[in-house]
């Protein structure tokens, strides 16, 4: 079962996408393709949670309001961050009277939602679910690391957790179809740096990616885009390299979240970005609209995941890791063997 390929033939797609970011996210290559941002990173709020809470609830709205859809239309809300317990979705959604499934997958939670929410409604449990997910900068320094009024200096490998939230609407039909997915398995490779997350996450991609090829049907030269989130640009090194000593190489059509979210040089990120938001914003606000368009005809997202918290961190454990992979297409193409196959 461990290599079982869930094929979603009942119908599942994103209809709806929407991103809220913060100041660095508007001011990185793709500022110009989020739906909402805040130069002060606040939203309105007084703590760090609070705003995180509060991304989330806008960028919920602002999904539904793409669609035109009211709450009462959603059947199911799958949400989850990087705060303790989830507060940050658990809060931010609170006003919705929805039924609420919270999720840990850390930076992987976009895909983890987006998987949950394609299987409820191609199985026909539900006609309409959303995946909402968030991260925050500040607040995920304050829980994982140190106040930034600490002021401590970050290491080369550090990535920039993305202040941003991404909600998305899933019902059978639309154009941009989740064809199917393959769920992660946890991975641990003995990494203990909370510093250096990419060298922690990216075996477990290699390892969902080596499954996802190995036994089903497809070849990465099929697709325009193979996308992390988000390993950044050490993770992503050493996915391809690890890839490529198993025979399997998908340098000419990889690409990373963490990586794309910042300009390396002009923002210097260090590591790129990470956090639940990351891939989150970088699907809802670039990636979808393309496959909307049909630029895009076929892409691979694998969302990656930290399985650490504060306590194992402290506690020097080692980081386990998780990656959900999900085959998206432009639905025209989704519907033809000969594209997909």
């Known amino acids: 079962m461990q290599n079982k390929i869930l094929k979603f033939d009942g119908g599942a797609a994103i209809v709806s ?36 809470s509060e991304m989330q609830r806008l960028a919920f709205n602002t999904a539904l309001a793409k ?7 959603v059947d199911a809300l799958f949400a989850g961050d990087l705060l303790n317990q989830c507060v940050g979705s658990s809060y931010g959604l609170l006003d919705f009277d929805i039924p609420y499934f919270g999720l840990y997958g850390a930076c992987s939670t976009a895909a983890e939602g987006l998987m949950l929410s394609a299987m409820m409604t191609s199985a026909g449990y539900f006609s309409t679910c959303a995946a909402v997910t968030s991260s925050h900068y500040c607040s995920a320094e304050r829980q994982y690391r140190t106040p930034l009024e600490y002021g401590a200096q970050r290491s080369p490998t550090a990535q920039w957790t993305v202040t941003g939230a991404g909600a998305f609407m899933v019902r059978r039909e639309g154009t941009i179809r989740i064809a199917d997915a393959l769920p992660g398995i946890v991975v641990e490779k003995g990494i203990n740096d909370a510093s250096n997350m990419g060298a922690a996450m990216a075996p477990a991609a290699v390892d969902t990616i080596l499954r996802y090829f190995r036994y089903g049907d497809h070849r ?37 979240c963490g990586m794309m979210i910042y300009d390396r040089e002009g923002q210097d990120m260090h590591g790129g970005g ?21 630029d895009l005809r076929q892409i691979l997202f694998i969302g990656t995941g930290a399985m650490m918290s504060p306590a194992s961190i402290q506690q020097g454990e080692s980081i386990p890791a998780v990656a959900h992979l999900l085959r998206i297409c432009h639905n025209a193409d989704s519907n033809d063997e000969k594209g997909v196959r």
């Open 274 to 294: 990470s956090g639940c938001g990351c891939s989150a914003v970088v699907l809802a606000s670039h990636l979808c609209p393309r496959l909307e368009r049909g």
């Open 17 to 52: 996408a929407a991103s809220v970011v913060g100041k660095y996210e508007y001011e990185g290559p793709l500022g110009d393709c989020f739906d909402l941002h805040d130069s002060t990173d606040k939203f309105g709020m007084k703590t760090w949670e609070k705003a995180e």
């Open 220 to 256: 990465p030269e099929e697709f325009d885009l193979i996308v992390t989130g988000d390993l950044g640009w050490e993770g992503g090194s050493i996915l391809c390299d690890l890839l490529l000593a198993e025979g399997l190489d998908i340098r000419s059509r990889y690409n990373d």
């Open 67 to 73: 669609v035109s859809a009211s709450e009462r239309e």
